[in-house]
Every structure is written in structure tokens, then in C-alpha cells.
């Protein structure tokens, strides 16, 4: 080429070519055009030609950046098939780490694996024998011409498939898909209710005529400062101490007005000690904070915050605001929560909505952020727009002292207090408001394992809540909607049955139907509507549109996880009454990091770690610590990884019998479970 080249550009092709310049950084490039002196006008018909130089550079650019990207589509995969081999090589599963407070106990854990195990193997025997019966072509003749064995047991097998198991197949799929079609109508409903408030502008407004402001000046009423008392319930929380008691501290609230509460639980030493001095600094400021250890954990998280209510200093406060350990309030986050209980006496809660630093740390987190988007720009929204109820959300919210009183205070009967106190309030005549514009950030679990466990407890609670209360809701004195409300829609629709027909239908059934075609699942239910959910899902993440297919196979891929819980919390299965803290990672916010920056001139406020007392921790720390249990690891999921190859025989059964859309569904979904099974979906452990 660099003898054409030289001839080109010395002019010899016949006329002198438009320089070009390259800039190229890999596997991105541009190119842009240089006229020469006295060249034609841009505009002129010689300076828009194109020789056959510049097209060459396009080309071969092109290609450049095609085999950049190709190259990193390789690597990435090489990667990942790494990751699984030595997943796979060190042989960690699921059932190798001691069960955890707030998982399945290891019998029901072994149970249900030996289900899916057999049905595994089934499956794998029909695919088999369907596979030995096309190569004979047998669907093609009758079997009674046929002679042998085989060919009489298999057509015994054809002949109970279509008198027994294909009728029964074909009832249990129709029942699942009404649920499905149920669910969806309500899911859409809401959508509908969320694009009204969006209309209308619907929102929450301090009551301020009173101060003779406007409805629309979110900072009025501001002289409205009643006593507010903050608690921090915490427990082994060392990455995330430090963030949550700053952002409280520094709350722009007079602060004869507010007193913290830092609530610990922790049964670690040295965590124990470096939040007691944290708090002793901020003592030191002029903060009126409190430091509370429990030796006993008694009740969990219910427990901690019922012995902080039995102070006998409570009863001067007429408002208390929760915050997680990982949660950090915005500065003004009382000054736009607590003015919409002025002149309101029926209002009980008042929620935040939360938001999330680490929302685009992994694929988890993302797809988990597209959930928790849903559940707080519609469903939050919707109920406390239309209902005043729903459930609180344990953080980010402000309860009156008198709701929490009148509703019998916390109670450690369940793993989900904060659901089973808004309950008792909604029964007691309690109004709730919801704030879509007030955000307090947390985080998101980063691993599948914390992931798992938190919605285990998450699914498992809601039904042992149910058990208890439907008694209750019946002799309640609330209307007749409001109690529908409640059993129908708030628990049975949307806790029991969504879990109860996303496992059956997609886990169970789909593949069912593969190896009995008499029972027949139509391609709508399998591909269009769970298709035009997730879209529903993600409008309120728009940013999130990308990820919509893995959020589709994801949410199936934990209806394992989440059917498991549902069946546990509902018949008192394993440790369905244990509590399990979800692990943080301790990721400030930009927010943070800014008020860092602008703070270092000002030490009076500034939001570092208190330096601890190093002699008083020097025997804790001396002492050997090796505790094996508590090494992360990524492990195997054995149920994940056993529903993965089942998925995958349905989908290659499902080629005899031509299923487009079935193949490609239940290939995917098994691809989906394998990557969750190999634990490659979240955080990555070196």
C-alpha cells in the first residue's frame, strides 16, 4: 500500500485528494478533513467528493473498531468462563456454609433440592426416550404396527400422558395463568394510577395556612419544630457507622429539638467500641446523641427499638424518625417530612423514598435498583395517593409517638416489624403519606448471597405476618374495601400468589409442557405479556431500558428464592422467625464526598472517623480471629443450578416439537439460572 500511497498523495492518481487526519484510540476512532490552501469551498462539488483513499481509511478503521470490540466480547466471555471453572473447581455450594439466620433450615433446603433433583432426572429420561422414539419415527405411524419392549412401554407412557397427566397439566396451567392474568391487571392498574398522579400533579402539602404561605412552598411552615427523637438501630454495621451518624448529626433541626439514639446491637467488641466513640465526638460538638448496647438481642431490630421506646425520656418527644445503619438523610430531610403532620392529628407515618449510591456497582444492583423503582414511584405512590396505606418500608420514614402507642409499639412476633406495625396502625384508623420528591440514600446488596438472604426474609415475613393478623383484619371495624385491600391485594395478590404462579408457571409447568404437548401453554403468556410487565416495570428506571430482558429472566430466575421463602413464612418452616442483617458495603455518595471537600476548612462538622482509643482495644485486637464461616466466598447454588439444567432439557425437547418461542424462552431462562447457579451475576470474590 505505501507505494499507492506516495503515488496519491504526490498527485499522480490523477488529481490531488482531501488530507486526512486520524485519531484513533482504540477500539474508538475519528477522521475530519483538512482542505489545503486554495482548495474549493466547502459547499463546492470537488470539496464533497470522496476519493478512494478516504473510503479505504473508513473501511479499514472500521474493521479496526469491529475486531476492538469483538476482542472485548472475548475477553469478557474467556472471563466469565473462567470464573465458572473455578467456581466450579473449588466446589463451595450452598449447602456447604451453615445455615443462616433468616435462611431455610438445611432439611428443607436438602427436600427441596431432592425435588428438583428428580425432576431433573425425569426430565432427562423422557428427552431420552422421546429423542429414541423421533429417531424411529415413531411420531410419524402409529405405535401398534410397532413391536418390542420399548416401543409398548412408551406407548403405555403416550396413553396415560394424554388420559391423565395431560388433562390435570392443562387445569393446573389455566388456574396459573388466571393468576398470572390477575396480577398483571393489577399491576397495569397501578401503572394507570401512578401516569393520574403524574397528570394532576398529585402530591402531598404541608398544611401551612396557618403560617399564610403557599401550598406550593415546600419550605414553608418551617417554624413548625416539634421534639423529634432519631433512632439508629445498627448491629456489626463497622462499614457504614461512621456515614449514618454524621448525616444525622448534621440534621438542620434546632437541636434542643432532636435527640439521636444509636441503637446497637453489635456483639462484636471492636465494632461496639468504635461507634461508642464515634458517638462520644459528636457528643463533643453539642449534639444531644445517645449511646445504647444491648448484651442480649432479644427480638432483633423489633426488640432494639422497643427498649429504646420504654425510656423514660420518650414521652417529651412527639415524633420519632427511623434510619437504617446504611441510610443518609439529606440535611433538610425534617424540614420537608415532619410539617405534614401539622394540623393533620390522623396522619401516623410519613415516608421517604429511598435512593441508592451503589446502583450501578454490577448487574445486581441494577437490576435490583429497576424493582425498588417500581415499588416506590408506583406502589408507594399509588396507595398513599388513593389509600393512605401501605407498607412501611422499616427506614427513611416518621412515625407520631401516639400512632405507634395506640397500634400496641413494636412487636418481634415476625421478621418484618415494620409491615407488621403499619398493619396494626391502618386497622386503628392511622392515615399514611408518602413523599416521591424527599429522598434519603442508602445501598443495595452487591452479592447474590446477600441478596438472596435479604429477600428471603423479605417474602418469608409477609406470610407469617398473615397468619397472625387475618383474624384481626376480619373483626377490625375499618369498611368492607379497606379489608379487602388488605387480604386480598396487599397479601394474598401481591406476597403469595405473584411468588406462588412465577415458580409454577415458568419453573415448573413451561418445562412440563415441553415433554406433555397435550397440555399446551399459548406464546402470549410466555412471551408477550411477561414481556409488556417488564416494560411496565422499568418505566419508572427509564435509564435502566437496557437491562430490561435480564430483568425479565432475573425476576423468574428468583422466584425460587422467593416461592422457597413464601412456603417457609406460611407453614413456620425452618428458621422462618430469624433475623439476618444484610451485608454492607459502607459506599458514600457523591453527596458525601462533596460535603468532605467543603467541610475540611470547618472541623467542627466535618464528617471523619473518630480517632478510638487504640490501648483499649489493643487486647481485642491482639487476639486471634480466625473464623472460616465468615471468609466471603462465591459459591454454588445447587437449586439454581439444578433448575438450569432442567430448563435446559425442556428447551432441547422442545425442539421435536417446533416451539419457536418456547425454545428460545426456556433457553435463555436456562442460561439465566446457570449464571445465578455459578454465582457470576454480583459481586466477584477473588
Not at 66 to 82: I, N, Q, R, Y
Not at 411 to 422: L, S
Not at 438 to 460: F, G
Request: hydrophobic share 45%.
Amino acid at each position: 500500500m505505501a507505494p499507492w500511497w506516495g503515488q496519491e498523495a504526490r498527485g499522480g492518481g490523477g488529481g490531488g485528494g482531501t488530507p486526512v487526519v486520524v485519531k484513533m484510540q482504540t477500539p474508538d476512532w475519528a477522521i475530519s478533513e483538512v482542505p489545503p490552501p486554495g482548495s474549493p469551498a466547502a459547499g463546492g462539488k470537488d470539496g464533497r467528493g470522496k476519493n478512494a483513499r478516504q473510503i479505504t481509511w473508513v473501511l479499514l478503521l472500521k474493521a479496526h473498531r469491529a475486531a476492538g470490540k469483538l476482542t472485548g466480547a472475548a475477553s469478557a466471555a474467556l472471563s466469565v468462563a473462567a470464573a465458572a471453572r473455578r467456581r466450579v473447581a473449588a466446589g463451595r455450594t450452598d449447602s456447604d456454609a451453615p445455615p443462616a439466620p433468616g435462611e431455610e433450615s438445611p432439611a428443607l433446603r436438602t427436600r427441596f433440592y431432592g425435588f428438583l433433583r428428580g425432576f431433573l432426572l425425569l426430565s432427562v429420561l423422557l428427552l431420552a426416550a422421546d429423542v429414541a422414539a423421533h429417531a424411529q419415527g415413531w411420531h410419524l405411524v402409529g405405535l401398534e404396527d410397532v413391536e418390542g419392549l420399548f416401543a409398548a412401554a412408551y406407548g403405555a407412557w403416550m396413553r396415560a400422558r394424554a388420559a391423565y397427566l395431560g388433562p390435570a397439566l392443562q387445569f393446573l396451567t389455566n388456574a396459573c395463568v388466571v393468576l398470572f392474568m390477575i396480577q398483571s391487571a393489577d399491576r397495569l392498574i397501578l401503572c394507570l394510577g401512578c401516569f393520574w398522579i403524574k397528570l394532576r400533579g398529585i402530591k402531598p402539602v404541608p398544611n401551612v395556612a396557618a403560617a399564610g404561605k403557599g401550598a406550593d412552598d415546600v419550605e414553608a411552615g418551617l417554624e413548625f419544630f416539634p421534639m423529634v427523637l432519631v433512632q439508629i438501630p445498627m448491629c456489626n454495621e463497622k462499614e457504614v457507622y461512621q456515614q449514618s451518624i454524621g448525616a444525622v448529626c448534621n440534621l438542620d433541626w434546632p437541636r434542643s429539638n432532636f435527640l439521636v439514639q444509636v441503637l446497637d446491637d453489635s456483639d462484636d467488641v471492636v465494632t461496639s467500641a468504635l461507634i461508642k466513640e464515634e458517638v462520644e465526638k459528636w457528643q463533643r460538638e453539642g449534639v444531644r446523641i445517645l449511646y445504647r448496647h444491648r448484651v442480649i438481642r432479644d427480638g432483633y431490630k423489633a426488640g432494639n427499638l422497643k427498649s429504646a421506646m420504654n425510656c423514660s425520656y420518650v414521652k417529651d418527644y412527639e415524633f420519632v424518625v427511623i434510619f437504617d445503619a446504611d441510610f443518609q438523610p439529606q440535611e433538610d430531610f425534617l424540614k420537608l417530612t415532619v410539617p405534614h403532620f401539622k394540623g393533620k392529628e390522623d396522619v401516623g407515618l410519613v415516608q421517604a423514598r429511598w435512593s441508592f449510591v451503589n446502583k450501578d456497582e454490577n448487574l445486581l444492583t441494577r437490576l435490583q435498583n429497576i424493582n425498588l423503582c417500581f415499588h416506590f414511584e408506583v406502589e408507594q405512590q399509588v396507595n398513599g395517593a388513593f389509600l393512605n396505606f401501605f407498607g412501611f418500608n422499616g427506614t427513611a420514614g416518621v412515625w407520631r409517638i401516639k400512632a405507634l402507642e395506640d397500634s400496641g409499639g413494636w412487636m418481634e412476633r415476625t421478621t418484618v416489624e415494620d409491615m407488621d406495625i403499619a398493619v396494626r396502625a391502618h386497622l386503628k384508623g392511622w392515615k399514611f403519606l408518602y413523599l416521591n420528591d424527599v429522598e434519603c440514600q442508602c445501598e443495595l446488596p452487591e452479592s447474590y448471597e446477600a441478596y438472596r438472604k435479604q429477600q428471603h426474609r423479605w417474602h418469608s415475613g409477609p406470610m407469617q405476618l398473615f397468619r397472625l393478623c387475618f383474624m384481626d383484619i376480619i373483626r377490625s371495624k375499618i369498611g368492607f374495601w379497606k379489608k379487602f385491600n388488605l387480604i386480598f391485594l396487599f397479601f394474598l395478590l401481591r406476597k403469595l400468589i405473584l411468588p406462588f404462579y412465577s415458580f409454577t408457571l415458568f419453573c415448573v409447568i413451561l418445562p412440563m409442557t415441553m415433554f406433555a404437548p397435550e397440555a399446551e401453554l399459548p406464546a402470549w403468556v410466555v412471551c408477550y405479556i411477561p414481556a409488556t410487565m417488564s416494560l411496565l416495570n422499568i418505566l419508572p428506571a427509564p435509564k435502566s431500558f437496557p437491562f430490561i430482558v435480564p430483568y425479565l429472566l432475573f425476576e423468574n430466575t428468583m422466584s425460587v428464592t422467593k416461592f422457597n421463602a413464601m412456603i417457609s413464612g406460611l407453614f413456620q418452616l425452618g428458621s422462618a422467625y430469624e433475623w439476618v442483617v444484610t451485608k454492607k458495603s459502607g459506599r458514600s455518595s457523591e453527596g458525601d464526598l462533596v460535603a468532605l471537600v467543603e467541610n475540611e476548612k470547618q472541623p467542627k462538622h466535618q464528617r471523619v472517623g473518630s480517632a478510638p482509643n487504640l490501648e483499649s482495644l489493643a487486647k481485642e485486637e491482639s487476639r486471634p480471629k480466625v473464623d472460616p464461616q465468615k471468609k466471603k466466598h462465591n459459591r454454588l447454588y445447587r437449586k439454581e443450578l439444578a433448575l438450569s439444567f432442567l430448563l435446559l432439557t425442556a428447551a432441547a425437547r422442545s425442539l421435536l416439537s417446533v416451539q419457536g418461542i418456547h425454545f428460545y424462552f426456556l433457553l435463555f431462562q436456562g442460561v439465566s439460572f446457570l449464571l445465578v447457579g455459578l454465582d457470576l451475576i454480583g459481586e466477584q470474590v477473588e
